[in-house]
């Protein structure tokens, strides 16, 4: 267990991300491409990598989202329109269908 120890109004706490806590909000994530170490900041980025590794899109008339599929396996990814609502549980699933390309990172 890491992380800082904080004492407020009497009570002592573990704190795992200072900065984030001290600036009120919730640590940011990033979608990280490990072989170039940028973080994805689109989804034309992020669409230019998955289909270099073997993705299509998927396009099925929903027009909230956003799909990849690939051919060779029953994976789908499903992404939000909308890359204000890209957060991280879309990021771990592209990391868990994609290992060893993809991290995910505190920002």
Known sequence: MSGVWMFNNGVFRL???PAA???GGKPRKALVYLPTGQAVGSYRAL????????????YHGDPDL??????SSIDLISLPRDFKKFNSVYMYDIVVKNPNIFHVRDI
């Open 15 to 17: 704190v795992e991300n």
């Open 21 to 23: 806590e001290q600036s």
């Open 47 to 58: 669409e230019e990598i998955l289909t270099a590794l073997g993705w299509e899109r998927y």
């Open 66 to 71: 956003f799909q990849f599929h690939r051919e």
